[in-house]
């Protein structure tokens, strides 16, 4: 029995953590406390991603399609073999951007209403 | 240090995530809290958060292919749901009536304290108290924190509108305190209400204070006309409140006037006492054996026999006949859920083999063997729950079947499908899931991947014993429940047969007590008696009329000892006769045949010799071979002759022996002398439909009293079925059980063959490539199911013979081993094994040797 699809607006809006996890996969192959450092640092230390959510989103994120396990691995004298890295997958790329796209339309939306400040 | 305790007990705490996602991560997760130094309190939170959301992610999954794989097989899964339906829906009925009766504790503060106490004489354990008795036992007692006691009785009531007729209690001042129950508005009965001249006060039902005053609560310090007498509404109970059965209405103290406490032979006070903290039921009886022993030897003449009887009111308050019959038709809904789940299970387990491909591949996809076992146990708990849900359903439809399986309790009416039995029910269909479910799924998981290989089939040697196994014992309780269900229908078939000694079609009854003091003259009542049975002789279609004081079988009690030549002869079971006052007409209204002298007459009256009709059970026992005419016997105070002898009825119903009958001219009962006895019953034999006379009669009455009222209306043979209504709905239910299991029984005898025929044919095609006749490919088919039955039929007839012999005491004198009814039992299992049978051994017939042997 064929299924359908997803489509990518099926998945907004995105929780957060999830989000931030596409990012930190999207410019390379990271494995969990790596996605855990850049999520900190990208945010300046206001997201601190715990064990639990990191790979409880992790979970969910491959059941959905939106990331993969890499098979490929790093030099072994840089690689820990508890680690697995995960990878953004095209799927993925487009929730992210459809996800991007969402809040950006919010954030105009919130500006002509003067909830933001105008852009520079 | 510090450290490593905190990651031990993160560790630790890990378990509280699904086995696969600690399996897959958490050597991650360790790693990643190592790194970070996390605080204790904040691995708990993230824990606590993060734990429940995984495993509800994972149910969603598995619902989600659980519904797949559902939709997949409608044909599995109604027939699966339907089962289960049928099972817990058997089991949450039989249980919400079970509960009531026997389980849950009557509705009184600490109620296990209450007891119900009862004089004994050799032959009768459960003897009414005499008030004299009363009074010393509760006067010489330590063992009660207090002892009450109270009588049920009816009355006239006239309030607003038309007369009625209702139950009600006769109560001691202090025995609302002993149950410890209070008004809902107002005040109950104390002590003070309770003296001799004291003002005569009543208490209402919840129900009858709605229906008899719009539940007006104005109505406390109002009047209310009792038979005649006024009473002062002093307080209105709450709904839940009802004693010391479900009919009373109305409560009123006793007021025992001085002369009350004369004779130690008049019993009819029913002893409730609270048992004082500490005190156990056998220190209670102890003493109260002491107590008994004493009065013995103080009175000799009158107490002579006499012992006492205590026990736990709930114990007390149903028989063990209706015990026995609720505990049977527990067990035989039992059955039928194990039947069910046996049934369900084998599905389960042949789909899970015919699966064996779908979870090797998911097993080679990386997907744990706990993720399996846990995706098929979200199966079967969603037919379980599925057929839970259904399973309420039906047996709220059920409920009012099985009302008539209750008796008069102190508690309210219907079995309802309440918190209490809503729990059972949910526990049933959780523990069923995981009954049927989780055996098959840890076996299929059995986490091998030669389901894999090519051409692989499913099903082997080994897991075919086991699914005959379920299937043996599918075949066994449903010939259990077949054998007690054609004893018990044997035996009721054999009660119901039983002649009644009267003949009870076409006879209307009603009842119309005469309320005393207003008709305490005996000519005043015979002036009532003989204008109502005349207008209603004389309306169409009726042949005759009379009034008994009670009808038969809907009064056990009336029982009198006999005094033959001076000589009082002992009050136990075998010589006492029932004692019932009646006009004229009686004998020829039921047609009861009198054998010997006459029938009473109007010439009876109390200027004659006080004449009796006796049964002949009673002229047997005294002057056996001989003429019984004209012979005395003392009886009810006073010196009778017997004027003629009659044929025996059932007074006491057709299942228990009857003490012999004496029947005295209503004309010649004394003025206030065995009130009781009063004839109210009145009985009248028509043709065509009974309830067109109703009417009329209703009217006659009205003319010949405006005030008086008509109740229990039914027609005799109503009577006569109401008396083994409890066992007639019983034998229904059981008997619908075992039709059930019978089915579920050939369902699964067709799954299994089905299975085998779909397994083996390959095998059948070389067989018959071979030269094998269809004949024999038929024998290895049915050779199958018939070890199946035969071993099942051996193993059944032993256990349904404990079973008979266990409920016994039900079974009206047949045998538990009745030969008739086993034969006919086993030969239907033979039939329903041949039924199920059927299909899968055509199928064998057409197996196709090209196309079998194509797919090796």
């Given amino acids: 029995m064929a299924q359908k699809s997803p489509q990518p607006e099926e998945f907004l809006p995105l929780p957060a953590a999830t989000f931030h996890i596409l990012m930190a996969v999207a410019e390379e192959d990271r494995h969990g406390y790596a996605i855990i450092q850049d999520v900190a640092t990208r945010t300046g230390g206001e997201l601190k991603l715990s064990a639990g959510t990191l790979y409880r989103s992790i979970q969910r994120m491959l059941d959905q399609g939106l990331i993969i396990e890499t098979v490929e691995r790093p030099d072994p004298e840089f690689d820990d073999e508890r680690r697995r890295y995960y990878r953004i997958t095209p799927f993925g790329t487009s929730v992210a951007k459809a996800e991007a796209t969402r809040l950006a339309k919010l954030v105009k939306w919130a500006r002509t209403m003067g909830f933001a400040p105008q852009k520079a | 240090m510090r450290f490593y305790g905190v990651m031990r007990f993160y560790r630790a705490l890990l378990h509280l995530y699904p086995a696969s996602f600690r399996a897959e991560y958490g050597e991650e997760m360790c790693a990643v809290v190592a790194r970070r130094h996390v605080s204790l309190l904040s691995a708990v939170f993230e824990i606590l958060r993060n734990a429940p959301a995984v495993h509800w992610d994972i149910l969603r999954q598995d619902l989600r292919y659980t519904a797949r794989t559902l939709s997949r097989a409608p044909g599995f899964t109604a027939v699966a749901i339907l089962v289960l339906a049928l099972g817990i829906s058997a089991n949450t009925a039989v249980f919400s009536v079970t509960?009531?009766?026997l389980i849950r504790p009557l509705p009184f503060p600490s109620s296990d304290r209450l007891v119900s106490v009862w004089e004994t004489v050799?032959?009768?354990?459960?003897?009414?108290?005499?008030?004299?008795?009363?009074?010393?036992?509760?006067?010489?007692?330590?063992?009660?924190?207090?002892?009450?006691?109270?009588?049920?009785?009816?009355?006239n009531i006239i309030s607003q509108g038309a007369p009625e007729r209702i139950s009600l209690a006769v109560v001691t001042g202090n025995l609302f305190a002993v149950l410890g129950v209070q008004p809902m508005i107002g005040r109950s009965i104390s002590p003070a209400d309770d003296r001799d001249g004291a003002p005569q006060t009543a208490v209402l039902s919840y129900g009858l204070w709605q229906r008899a005053f719009g539940g007006d609560p104005g109505v406390l310090g109002r009047k209310l006309d009792l038979d005649g007498k006024p009473h002062v509404v002093i307080g209105i109970m709450p709904p839940s409140f009802h004693f010391p059965d479900q009919e009373a209405e109305l409560w009123t103290p006793f007021q025992f006037p001085n002369s009350a406490f004369e004779d130690r032979d008049d019993n009819y006070l029913n002893g409730v006492a609270r048992l004082r903290p500490g005190v156990s039921l056998e220190q209670a009886q102890a003493e109260m054996n002491l107590i008994a022993g004493q009065l013995r030897r103080e009175y000799p003449k009158e107490l002579g026999n006499t012992g006492a009887y205590v026990n736990f009111l709930r114990q007390d308050e149903v028989t063990a006949q209706r015990?026995?019959?609720?505990?049977?038709?527990s067990g035989a809904a039992l059955c039928v859920l194990l039947i069910a789940c046996t049934n369900l299970a084998n599905l389960l387990f042949a789909r899970a083999l015919v699966r064996r491909r779908e979870l090797a591949v998911r097993t080679a996809l990386g997907a744990g063997r706990e993720r399996l076992v846990r995706q098929l146990v979200t199966e079967s708990m969603v037919l379980s729950l599925s057929g839970g849900s259904l399973g309420v359903l039906l047996a709220a439809l059920a409920l009012p079947l099985l009302g008539r399986l209750v008796p008069s309790l102190p508690v309210s009416g219907m079995p309802s499908l309440d918190a209490r039995v809503l729990s059972f029910a949910v526990l049933l269909t959780v523990l069923t899931g995981v009954a049927f479910g989780v055996v098959p799924a840890l076996r299929a998981c059995r986490g091998d991947l030669t389901g894999l290989r090519e051409g692989s089939r499913a099903g082997g040697g080994r897991k075919a014993g086991l699914r005959s196994a379920l299937i043996l014992t599918e075949v066994t309780l449903s010939l259990v429940l077949l054998i007690s269900a054609g004893l018990l229908l044997h035996a009721l078939l054999r009660i119901q047969s039983v002649d009644p000694g009267f003949r009870s079609d076409g006879v209307l009854t009603l009842e119309t007590a005469l309320p005393m003091p207003k008709y305490a003259a005996t000519t005043k009542r015979a002036a009532f008696y003989q204008r109502v049975l005349s207008d209603i002789r004389a309306l169409p279609g009726v042949s005759d009329a009379a009034y008994i004081s009670y009808l038969p079988m809907t009064m056990t009690g009336g029982i009198w000892p006999v005094d033959i030549d001076g000589r009082t002869l002992d009050r136990s079971e075998d010589h006492a006769a029932s004692l019932r006052y009646i006009t004229p007409g009686f004998f020829s209204t039921l047609k009861i045949p009198i054998q010997t002298g006459r029938n009473i007459s109007d010439s009876d009256t109390r200027d004659r010799p006080m004449a009796a009709v006796v049964s002949q059970s009673f002229a047997r026992r005294y002057w056996p071979g001989q003429n019984p005419l004209g012979r005395h016997f003392k009886f009810a105070f006073l010196d009778r002759t017997i004027v003629g002898v009659v044929g025996d009825i059932r007074v006491r119903g057709l299942e228990r022996n009857s003490e012999p009958q004496v029947y005295l001219p209503e004309l010649q009962q004394q003025d206030d002398s065995l009130v009781g006895y009063t004839p109210k019953g009145l009985v009248i034999r028509a043709s065509g439909n009974l309830q067109l006379l109703l009417p009329a009669v209703r009217r006659i009455i009205h003319n010949a009293d405006p005030e008086q009222p008509v109740s229990d209306v039914r027609t005799l043979s109503e009577i006569v079925d109401d008396d083994t209504a409890p066992r007639a709905v019983q034998v229904r239910i059981i008997v619908a059980f075992a039709a059930l299991a019978l089915l579920l029984a050939g369902i699964g005898i067709h799954g299994l063959l089905s299975f085998t025929v779909s397994t083996r044919s390959p095998e059948f095609a070389v067989r018959v490539a071979l030269g094998a006749q269809p004949g024999n490919i038929l024998g290895i088919v049915l050779?199958?199911?018939?070890?199946?039955?035969?071993?099942?039929?051996?193993?059944?007839?032993a256990l349904a013979y404990i079973a008979g012999r266990a409920m016994q005491s039900l079974l009206a004198g047949l045998n538990p081993g009745d030969a008739s009814t086993f034969l006919i039992a086993a030969a239907l299992c033979f039939l329903m094994t041949l039924a199920g049978s059927l299909a899968p051994s055509l199928r064998a017939l057409r197996v196709d040797a090209i196309t079998a042997l194509r797919s090796e």
């Fill in chain 2, 99 to 101: 509960d009531k009766v």
């Fill in chain 2, 122 to 155: 050799p032959g009768f354990k459960h003897m009414e108290l005499s008030p004299v008795n009363y009074r010393d036992w509760r006067r010489m007692n330590t063992v009660f924190a207090d002892f009450g006691a109270a009588t049920t009785f009816s009355a």
């Fill in chain 2, 783 to 797: 050779r199958e199911s018939a070890l199946l039955a035969g071993a099942g039929v051996i193993l059944g007839v």
């Fill in chain 2, 323 to 329: 015990r026995l019959l609720l505990l049977a038709l």
